[in-house]
């Protein structure tokens, strides 16, 4: 749409407007003196000023902003006239407030998206907030003055509401558009607010005889600012074309003290209307509560707006003191100025830096640049070094400056994981959250923990774990060569029985037969002589079957018992592999069975180790007992291995070292092995004991 208008359109336009108002009010003037006629010709003359005007704008009007919610403002006009005229039809004369009267605050909605759109055009970004909150803080304050003035004395809930509600509408229909003929004192913008004035009038008028009850369905002063107020605003869009030229600083500065002014002498205003026709008006302490709270928190909303823009200002004059060394004198003085304001923010600044020096995390702002704002002493602490060479610096080179910071540490705001080597050979940890700043400019705030207890638990669970999987491939190894082991033991024993003593005493049965027929036929000296060479087998069979037990639990430890025989097995060991034997202990007398034979086949097997693979020249034998555990300890001065590959050695076949941990261990015992390669090896048991008996020092 074209937002220029030629001058001989704009004459007819405007000629139409006041044709069209001078129709309206002599149709209104026209008619009957008839409470019900009049009632209904004059809601149906508003209706048509309303929704004609409400046209007009919606289709010509020149660029204004907000224009069609104008639009709107004064269809929904048109629509309350036309409620009411069929509300004359239906029953006539019942006039009294209702709940349905929170219906008229509707209009606020298309009212606040007209003046959005208009402060949008006019005011700058940094102003709109204030201005905002002066207008409803003087809306505010006029709606409580005219709502104690409105309401009747002896005012029921409805009608207190209702008062409310036009008080409000009212109110905010004349301050906004006063706020913006204030800022722009132009000829359309003044007389959009005589317009809005003339409206906001007629809803004073309307609500006044609403809550007495005293309103028939047409009233003059009621009727004729419904009529003429939407003409008016529809002429004003329709024939002068919107202008949205810049401000002059000039301007201004008038403005805002006038606006900021007005909207503190409107709420004293209000206090002192309210506190002075509270008894008058019969206006309840909840009604006065109430009143005062909004307008408290107006004020409370303009003095923290004048905080914010004291805030920001500071930021502007500090950059401007960068840039212009002419403003430096009238820049220090409006610093002052700002510091003096801030005085008031200072306890609860105060409070927040408290409370980010006493965090636990380290804490660093960046600004968006990657430049450190601030840090606290947590984070110093992390990386050793002093506040002083942090803030201000670049992240990257407050990085480069940490003993230790590995490459990962640099990328911490982003990937959120860091590490630092430290001098004792330790690493720290670290995990790190970002989080944005709202503020202008933006900044990030980076929130780093130390985790390395963390870290640590989590991987010696994971060497837990991977330990108990390798102990449990090691054991269901070690079951199975185990199991292998037995059969194979059985096998032989089967055959040495069956090979052996079976057979002798087989061959001993077939000659006791020839030696008795030999009897019997009288050859005795042949006889006796098969006798003797049976008993000579029978002893080489009993010294078979002698050996073949000792194989399974010694003579020597069913007779003599554990230390002997580990001594008498430690000597023929040393005699056989040609090496120094030493061998001492103290012992628990009578111990059980089972655990002398676990102590024995330990020493043995350790022993058979050392023969096979040891190399050594000096082996020695401890077995000590207490009064809790018995203690055994095999060390050999050979060549040794490395204790990580014993798991290899397991799979390799070489089971004696798996063996001797899992006897142990089964009888609840600790079982370790100390060796490197060329410093020889050192095996330790140490099995609990049920009892406590007396000792026996053995030498």
Excluded at 301 to 314: E, F, T
Excluded at 546 to 572: H, K, W
Excluded at 645 to 659: P, T, W
Excluded at 686 to 693: E, H, K, Q, S
């Amino acid at each position: 749409m074209d937002d220029t208008l030629a001058p001989s359109r704009a004459r007819s336009r405007a000629i139409v407007s006041l044709v069209a108002a001078a129709v309206a009010l002599g149709a209104y003037l026209a008619l009957p003196d008839d409470t019900r006629a009049e009632a209904i010709g004059s809601a149906a003359i508003v209706m048509v000023s309303a929704i004609g005007s409400g046209f007009a704008i919606w289709r010509w009007s020149l660029g204004w902003p907000g224009a069609r919610q104008v639009a709107v403002l004064w269809g929904a006009l048109g629509l309350a006239a036309l409620v009411f005229l069929l509300f004359d039809l239906a029953d006539p004369g019942a006039y009294e407030p209702r709940p349905t009267d929170l219906l008229f605050l509707g209009f606020l909605a298309p009212l606040a998206l007209a003046m959005r759109r208009e402060f949008a055009v006019h005011f700058e970004g940094r102003d709109r907030r204030a201005i905002a909150i002066d207008v409803a803080l003087i809306s505010v304050s006029f709606a409580a003055i005219v709502y104690v003035s409105m309401r009747p004395p002896d005012a029921d809930a409805m009608a207190i509401m209702s008062a409310a509600v036009l008080s409000v509408v009212a109110a905010a229909m004349i301050t906004s558009y006063a706020a913006l003929a204030l800022w722009i004192p132009s000829r359309p913008h003044l007389m959009q607010f005589l317009a809005a004035v003339t409206a906001g009038i007629g809803v004073l008028q309307f609500g006044w005889e609403w809550t007495h009850e005293v309103f028939d369905g047409s009233s003059l002063p009621v009727d004729l600012p419904f009529i003429l107020a939407p003409i008016a605003f529809a002429a004003t869009m329709t024939v002068v074309e919107h202008a949205a030229e810049p401000l002059t600083t000039a301007r201004t500065r008038l403005a805002r003290p006038v606006l900021t002014s007005a909207a503190v002498v409107a709420a004293c205003a209000a206090l002192l209307v309210v506190t002075i026709l509270d008894d008058a008006r019969s206006v309840g302490a909840l009604e006065s509560s109430l009143i005062v709270l909004l307008l408290g928190g107006g004020v409370a909303a303009r003095m923290l707006s004048n905080q914010m823009a004291m805030a920001s200002s500071q930021l502007e004059i500090e950059d401007a003191l960068g840039r212009r060394e002419v403003a430096l004198d009238a820049a220090d003085r409006a610093l002052g100025r700002v510091r003096e304001a801030n005085e008031t923010l200072r306890r609860s600044e105060e409070h927040l830096r408290e409370v980010f020096e006493a965090a636990v995390d380290g804490l660093v702002e960046l600004d968006a640049t990657g430049r450190v704002v601030r840090t606290n002493d947590a984070f110093s602490l992390m990386v050793g070094l002093d506040r002083a060479a942090i803030e201000g610096e670049r992240w990257e080179d407050v990085v480069a400056r940490i003993d230790g910071a590995d490459p990962s540490f640099a990328l911490l705001a982003e990937s959120g994981q860091g590490r630092i080597e430290l001098a004792e050979g330790q690493t720290r940890h670290l995990e790190s959250r970002v989080s944005p700043v709202p503020a202008t400019p933006p900044r990030r705030l980076l929130a780093i923990r130390d985790v390395t207890a963390a870290k640590v638990a989590d991987q010696t669970i994971r060497s837990l774990f991977q330990f108990l999987q390798d102990r449990d491939e090691d054991r269901t190894r070690l079951l199975r060569r185990t199991n292998s082991a037995i059969e194979q033991e059985r096998n032989r024993i089967a055959r040495d029985l069956h090979d052996g003593p079976v057979q002798g005493v087989s061959a001993a049965s077939l000659s006791l037969e020839a030696a008795l027929l030999m009897i019997k036929a009288g050859d005795l000296e042949r006889g006796l002589e098969v006798l003797m060479t049976l008993r000579q087998e029978l002893a080489g069979e009993a010294d078979a079957l002698r050996r073949l037990m000792s194989g399974l639990r010694p003579p020597v430890l069913e007779e003599r018992g554990l230390m002997p025989a580990l001594r008498d097995t430690l000597m023929r060991f040393g005699n056989e592999q040609g090496l120094r034997a030493e061998f001492s202990g103290q012992l628990l007398s009578s111990l059980p069975h089972d655990l002398e034979t676990l102590a024995f086949r330990v020493v043995q097997e350790a022993l058979a180790n050392v023969g096979k693979h040891a190399d050594a020249t000096r082996v020695s034998v401890f077995v000590g007992a207490d009064q809790n555990s018995l203690r055994i300890e095999v060390e050999d001065d050979g060549k040794g291995f490395d204790t990580a590959a014993a798991r290899e050695f397991l799979a390799g076949g070489r089971v004696g070292l798996a063996s001797m941990r899992e006897r142990v261990e089964l009888a609840s015992g600790t079982f370790a092995v100390r060796s490197n390669p060329g410093r020889g090896t050192a095996v330790m048991a140490t099995i609990p004991l049920d009892a406590a008996l007396a000792t026996v020092t053995v030498s």
